[in-house]
């Protein structure tokens, strides 16, 4: 079993910064994939970042690529989301999550086998 939580989510105006946490719980974090998703209301959910089990590799969505940076800390188990010049559409709750199967990063939702309970970011214009 695994444990996620998430901190760090609240409001913001545009063009501001968020750092989201989730720390982790359960297992050897490091043998395990981590993703941050988020999900807008009435929209599907989405993979916006994905690192690998080491943190050597990353992946990121086009919507954020070049404004958020995930990172991973295996020594403290918990994964990180920097959200810089943060704009309304990025309003939505976000959830981190563990692919306790794959290297990674890991872009597919089913995939996941745990989930953190969601924080929520909303972006002021």
């Known amino acids: 079993q695994v444990q996620l939580v998430e901190s760090g989510g609240g409001l913001v105006q545009a063009g501001g910064s968020l750092r989201l946490s989730c720390a982790a719980s359960?297992?050897?974090?490091?043998?395990?994939?981590m993703g941050w998703f988020r999900q807008a209301p009435g929209k599907e959910r989405e993979c916006v970042a994905a690192?690998?089990?080491?943190?050597?590799?990353?992946y990121y969505s086009a919507s954020v690529k070049g404004r958020f940076t995930i990172s991973r800390d295996n020594a403290k188990n918990t994964v990180y989301l920097q959200m810089n010049s943060l704009k309304p559409e990025d309003t939505a709750v976000y959830y981190c999550?563990?692919?306790?199967?794959?290297?990674?990063?890991?872009?597919?939702?089913?995939?996941?086998?745990?989930w953190g309970q969601g924080t929520q970011v909303t972006v002021s214009s």
């Open positions: 999550a563990a692919d306790i199967l794959r290297v990674g990063p890991t872009t597919l939702k089913d995939v996941y086998n745990y």
């Open positions: 359960g297992r050897t974090f490091s043998t395990y994939a």
């Open positions: 690192i690998s089990r080491s943190g050597d590799n990353t």
